[in-house]
């Protein structure tokens, strides 16, 4: 991550040509700092969160506290006040993800609300379609915290969007994110590896904003009419027209020429094709009445309004919430020791001491009723108090195909209510199950084969229901698909998928050189690898249009080593370090670690040489990795 000093000085240029210095930002988060009192988990102060917001008003456009960004292939903090905002990825910049902090309270947001953040684009993509995402971030303190490799770990993904060259403004559907009065961090990122545009930065009555519609009190008579909203045929959006309302969008008090800023010399921040976007350096806590600031409250500095906010407090540290789904970062894990006899148990300890990271996820399989699950030595590894670990069970049926098991067949149906007496009796902690994962290659589309997609549908929801049915409520589900491309182009692909209800995250099993051996796979194209000219996106894109509902986990990935491409494992676990910023929806990987797989005998160990082990290494210290798993 990061690049040279010379890297970091390439000139840069936004489509329409040189940009003004703008002193709103440091403004705005001099104000900030006095208003709410920045903390990020013990220096927070201020009263506790009120049940019920009071007042609030129509629509407010909230203008931000911060709006910057980072990018990967450039060292250094983010720049203070640039004049637009790169998200995706360029030769220069790396990948960009614009950041973006706003604060709201009760004299503004009302409990029911809808909140939308709008985005004018400066520079649309090039590319014919490219799709954006928003998630939840713990605002930053201070920008001169914020950097590319100490990015705050994404938390809930709100919504995406499909930008082409004639949008001019990004809508989001951020309703979700705003549950209390407090600040608010937003991360602005793409999926698309060789996609870019560029958002307009914080400007007076223009830029990025966050706009609430309060629902007003209930009447006491008959509404007035309300004229229909005028639409932006250029806007890309996911959520309906907002009603105009009598009050305005609020505005600073001060006018660039105002600001104690304005003269100030500014710094420069690369951009990505030849120029500097000019940087106004931040004024020093207390320079600034924050009571002129668009989106906060007049408030008398030394008696901070509450600060609450999930973006506050469920995002300050990272943990395992419902369906052990991150608050933000992800999960990692490992199936060690894979096609061996080795003691597994004992192996997973040893990787972790390589790896120099506890392994939240312990990934086994089990094998039709040969034995019940968690087995005793399984559920000794969740019962560490210095390393917390969940499990991940993956059995394989074996007393009958797919359609007898969804018709009851009689002996698997014993074997699930033993398998749930022993679960209910034994184990009462959430974990990770699949059912036959990787089924693809066992599908026989064949009528009365008893192995059809849609045969396997129904016996994975059969299996789940059944056990739910006799206690068993800790499974947290995960459809586990096989990530080689031939088979997303079957009819039958999307007959696999059992349902909504019976799938609590959906899974993949990708690697490094699976479909070819040139040596140059990256972590990209393990997550969200298409082919060709084929229709498909992408498992990423694929889950995001389609299951947008859904965590993504790599149920299993790993990276052979090639004696042609020595370096080949280092490159790979090097570059997911960065390119993690690409995926928010991706809450947990799993290595699949084997001295020789079971097609051809390759090798994904970490630690065959010093180089791949220090880049696994480095990888599980990416703060996107630092969930406490609860």
């Known amino acids: 991550m990061g690049g040279s000093d010379s890297r970091q000085r390439l000139p840069l240029a936004t489509g329409r040509g040189i940009v003004t210095v703008l002193a709103v930002l440091p403004l705005v988060l001099a104000g900030f700092v006095i208003g709410y009192g920045v903390g990020s988990g013990d220096g927070r102060f201020g009263e506790p969160l009120r049940e019920a917001w009071e007042g609030g008003r129509g629509t407010v456009d909230h203008r931000p506290l911060a709006a910057s960004f980072t990018a990967t292939a450039v060292e250094g903090r983010a720049p203070d006040a640039p004049s637009v905002l790169p998200v995706g990825f360029s030769d220069d910049l790396g990948i960009a993800v614009a950041h973006l902090q706003f604060a709201v309270d009760e004299t503004t947001v009302r409990p029911a609300h809808t909140a939308q953040l709008r985005l004018p684009v400066a520079v649309p993509p090039d590319s014919e ?52 009065p407090g600040r608010y961090g937003f991360a602005v990122t793409s999926p698309d590896r060789k996609a870019y545009l560029e958002l307009e930065g914080a400007e007076y009555d223009a830029g990025p904003a966050l706009r609430t519609v309060s629902e ?16 932006d045929p250029g806007a890309a959006t996911s959520a309906p027209p907002i009603a105009p309302s009598d009050t305005p969008s609020q505005s600073p008090s001060e006018s660039p020429s105002e600001s104690p800023s304005a003269s100030a010399s500014p710094s420069e921040s690369p951009t990505p094709t030849g120029g500097t976007i000019p940087t106004a350096p931040l004024d020093p806590v207390g320079s600034a009445d924050p009571t002129g600031v668009p989106g906060m409250p007049a408030a008398d500095p030394t008696e901070p309004l509450p600060e609450s906010g999930q973006s506050e407090d469920q995002l300050s540290t990272c943990t395992t919430g419902e369906k052990l789904v991150p608050t933000c970062g992800a999960l990692v894990g490992v199936a060690p020791a894979a096609h061996t006899s080795r003691v597994k148990e004992d192996e ?31 559920i000794a590894l969740t019962q560490d108090p210095e390393r917390p670990r969940t499990l991940f069970i993956n059995w394989k049926p074996r007393m ?7 018709a009851g067949d009689p002996e698997t149906d014993a074997y699930l209510d033993r398998l749930a007496e022993h679960i209910t009796a034994n184990f009462d902690k959430p974990f990770f199950f699949t059912v036959h ?11 009365g084969s008893g192995m059809e997609a849609a045969d396997y549908a129904a016996m994975f929801r059969y299996v789940v229901e059944r056990l739910r049915a006799h206690g068993v409520d800790n499974l947290v589900t995960v459809m586990n698909y096989m990530g080689y491309l031939k088979w997303v182009e079957k009819p039958w692909h999307d007959q696999l998928y059992p349902g909504d209800d019976v799938v609590d995250w959906i899974g993949l099993s990708g690697y490094g050189q699976s479909l070819h051996d040139d040596g140059r796979s990256d972590f990209g194209e393990i997550v969200d690898q298409t082919k060709g000219d084929t229709a498909w996106p992408g498992f ?10 859904k965590p993504m986990m790599l149920a299993e990935w790993g990276v052979f080593h090639e004696d042609d491409y020595p370096d080949h494992q280092t490159a790979v676990f090097q570059a997911a370090r960065y390119q993690m910023a ?37 990888l599980m210290r990416s703060p996107y990795f630092d969930v406490r798993l609860e």
Request: charged share 20%.
């Open 129 to 180: 379609g490219m799709t954006v995402e928003v998630a939840s971030v713990h605002p930053v303190s201070c920008l001169c915290s914020l950097t590319a490799a100490t990015a705050p770990p994404y938390g809930t993904v709100w919504d995406a969007v499909e930008v082409n060259a004639s949008t001019t403004e990004i809508v989001f559907d951020v309703t979700g994110a705003i549950n209390a």
């Open 216 to 231: 007003p009190d209930a009447p006491t008579g008959p509404l007035p009419p309300t004229a229909p909203a005028p639409t």
């Open 348 to 378: 997973l300890l040893a990787f972790e001491e390589r790896a120099q990271h506890t392994q939240q996820i312990y990934h086994a399989y089990e094998r039709g009723d040969d034995r019940l699950f968690p087995t005793d030595a399984q």
């Open 400 to 406: 009958a195909n797919w359609a007898e098991i969804a």
């Open 437 to 447: 994962h990787e089924p693809e290659n066992d599908v026989v589309q064949k009528a």
């Open 540 to 549: 990423y894109h694929w889950i995001a249009k389609e299951h947008p509902d």
């Open 582 to 618: 690409h995926y928010p929806r991706l809450k947990a990987i799993v290595y699949f670690e084997t001295p020789a797989d079971s097609n051809g005998g390759r090798n994904s160990e970490i630690h065959l040489d010093d180089g791949a082990l220090e880049a696994f290494r480095d």
